[in-house]
């Protein structure tokens, strides 16, 4: 049994405590059992420590009478034999949008700080010990006709917001490998910014796009790319990977190896977000001299991720550890394609050189699957 390749498996399925709490009764090699053992124990007080940190929150909300609702990890727990056998990780709760204010008030009256304002169904929170998301209800795109002219308007207002700040090609990356939330198909990608080009065209707006996509690392990565199931940056060399928030290093370690073994170029979505690598530069820097890009975002510059995303980004790039700056485009309000003030940020803290470097060069080599130099 490849048990190394079992644990991945059970990791990507959020099942390591119920498939391997009884690992003294499988034939395997005494070093393989420890390890599991040890990622056992380590999830399991994971899993005490986030069922401790809702109850905190639930007195929170309960004695300011505000309703919530409980979301995924405890509200789910519940209907397993073993409730500390559901793998989690952070605090979920949903407020209704009136709440909000007041319960986001709370939480920083409690010694929360928010690190998450980009979003747009959620803020994260953090304290020492304790990650939250404060869910609210926010509204979606309509199905049918109507829900396709509302995506459509989206996309030609992007595309002419990110023109008017100077973008001249842009790189669509939607969420990719994240079962049962993003799944999205690579010719199904394709279809879409193909079609997405035609419409710019025929608004004569100068912008080309590119498809791609953000991959969710996983232990079917290599697989993936081998297949061609995934799709890489402009049809370059370049692949983007993000990973869970709280993920283990080592881990990250042996995806980003994996695609390296391959002759592809792993490039690290926001790794300022992650917290091991803010508090371990370290590891950045070997992975980018391995072959590695690192892609932050613009708006952890402004804060957008919290304060400890937007220390991280500048250490980052006060250490040389940052190929490319993306405008990680969601929306046109929070989250925008407008780079125009980050070219100004870049040249007046960085000097004009690292700005067109990260900002152009680099990117330009990406989409044109070109070298991309590295100064780590």
């Known amino acids: ?8 498996e059970a990791r990507a399925q959020s099942v390591v405590i119920p498939a391997f709490s009884q690992c003294k009764a499988y034939a395997m090699d005494e070093a393989e059992r420890r390890e599991i053992q040890r990622q056992v124990q380590s999830l399991a007080a994971r899993s005490i420590r986030s069922f401790e940190q809702h109850t905190a929150v639930h007195r929170l909300m309960a004695d300011q009478g505000i309703p919530y609702c409980i979301l995924k990890g405890v509200a789910s727990a519940w209907h397993y034999p ?22 986001a008030g709370i939480l920083e009256a409690n010694g929360f700080t928010a690190e998450g304002v980009g979003h747009v169904h959620h803020v994260g929170y953090h304290k020492p010990g304790v990650e939250l998301e404060l869910h609210f209800d926010a509204p979606g795109v309509p199905d049918g006709e109507a829900g396709d002219r509302v995506r459509k308007l989206l996309a030609h ?22 079962r049962g939330r993003f799944e999205n198909e690579a010719e199904a990608v394709r279809r879409a910014v193909w079609r997405l080009q035609e419409e710019l065209e025929k608004r004569s707006i100068p912008l080309r796009v590119h498809a791609g996509m953000e991959i969710m690392a996983s232990p079917e990565t290599e697989r993936l790319i081998r297949e061609q199931r995934v799709l890489s940056l402009a049809g ?85 550890l940052v190929s490319v700056i993306a405008s990680d485009t969601h929306d046109p309000i929070r989250r925008t394609p407008d780079l125009a003030w980050i070219r100004d940020f870049m040249e007046l803290h960085y000097g004009a050189v690292y700005a067109r470097a990260v900002l152009e060069l680099h990117p330009r080599a990406i989409v044109e699957d070109a070298p991309v130099p590295c100064y780590a």
């Open 1 to 8: 049994m490849d048990w190394p390749a079992v644990l991945e």
């Open 82 to 103: 073993d409730r500390l056998a559901r793998q989690m990780g952070d605090v979920d709760f949903f407020v209704a949008r009136s709440d909000f204010a007041r319960a």
């Open 157 to 178: 207002w992007l595309a002419e917001i990110a023109v008017g700040s100077g973008v001249s090609q842009m790189v669509a990356t939607p969420h990719a490998n994240q």
């Open 236 to 320: 370059s060399r370049y692949y983007l990977l993000e990973f869970p928030f709280g993920e283990d290093p080592q881990y990250m370690q042996r995806i980003i190896h994996g695609v390296l073994r391959q002759g592809k170029a792993p490039v690290l979505a926001h790794p300022e977000r992650y917290r091991y690598l803010r508090e371990q530069p370290a590891m950045l820097r070997r992975w980018m001299r391995e072959g590695c890009l690192v892609q932050i975002n613009a708006g952890s510059l402004r804060g957008h991720f919290g304060q400890g995303a937007a220390q991280a980004a500048r250490q980052f790039l006060n250490l040389n």
